[in-house]
């Protein structure tokens, strides 16, 4: 079964500071995706990726950053992280483009103080 | 812009019952269904996919989709204990993975 590995598990940061989140896929799957889970918000969509050294804008993408160094790594980042980025954050990915499952990762947890 | 109603928003069932759970698309171009389940601390897990007219049956699961009216409903058989989870509806237009768009999410609550 398709493996999504996410860390770390949970995290506390500060107002104003830097987080970043990181996702590994062992799938040798081209897209990789990141995702944001509210309550009553179900899952939205950050930044997502179909190859190494691309990224491309989500649904909400206002105050995030996404690497993507090789096929297996992608990351989040929150350069200014603020308060409203509390949430949990789900890295998933798939083979291809087309009408495709969505493989996700545990999560991570963020707490923004 | 692409919205996926759920209903109910909660849904509590005793051991060995049928839930029910609804979705609705409101774009005609996305018409490419999945359910996806998730257990507290988990992340989503693809259930099932369904994008044909008529029923598919997985086990004591039952997806029903019917096209026109943009419907898809999952019914459970038998509910276990261990069904108790978050439910996400899934859509998208066939054309990307990156264009899924999700529900708010059915939670069930299954009753020993």
């Known amino acids: 079964e398709a493996a999504v590995t996410q860390s770390p598990r949970s995290k506390v940061a500060v107002t104003g500071g830097k987080v970043t989140l990181s996702c590994h896929q062992t799938?040798?799957?081209?897209?990789m995706y990141w995702y944001r889970q509210d309550t009553g918000h179900g899952l939205r969509l950050i930044h997502y990726?179909?190859?190494?050294?691309?990224?491309e804008k989500g649904d909400i993408p206002d105050g995030y950053k996404a690497s993507r160094p090789s096929q297996e790594n992608f990351s989040l980042i929150l350069e200014l992280a603020s308060l409203s980025q509390t949430a949990v954050y789900f890295c998933?990915?798939?083979?291809?483009?087309?009408?495709?499952?969505?493989?996700f990762g545990s999560g991570t947890r963020l707490t923004v103080l | 812009q692409q919205k996926v109603q759920q209903s109910p928003e909660s849904l509590s069932v005793p051991e060995g019952g049928m839930a029910s759970l609804n979705c609705t698309s409101s774009?005609?171009?996305?018409?490419y269904f999945w359910w996806y389940r998730q257990h507290s601390g988990e992340g989503p897990k693809a259930l099932m996919?369904?994008?044909?007219?008529g029923d598919k049956k997985e086990g004591r699961f039952t997806a029903h989709l019917n096209k026109a009216s943009l419907h898809v409903s999952l019914h459970i058989r038998d509910s276990q204990p261990s069904d108790s989870a978050l439910y996400f509806c899934?859509?998208?237009?066939?054309?990307?993975?990156?264009?899924?768009?999700f529900g708010s999410g059915t939670r069930l609550l299954v009753s020993p």
């Open positions: 998933a990915s798939s083979v291809t483009v087309s009408a495709e499952t969505l493989y």
């Open positions: 799938n040798n799957h081209d897209y």
């Open positions: 990726s179909y190859v190494a050294d691309s990224t």
């Open positions: 774009d005609r171009n996305f018409q």
């Open positions: 996919s369904i994008f044909s007219d």
């Open positions: 899934a859509v998208s237009p066939g054309t990307g993975g990156y264009k899924v768009v």
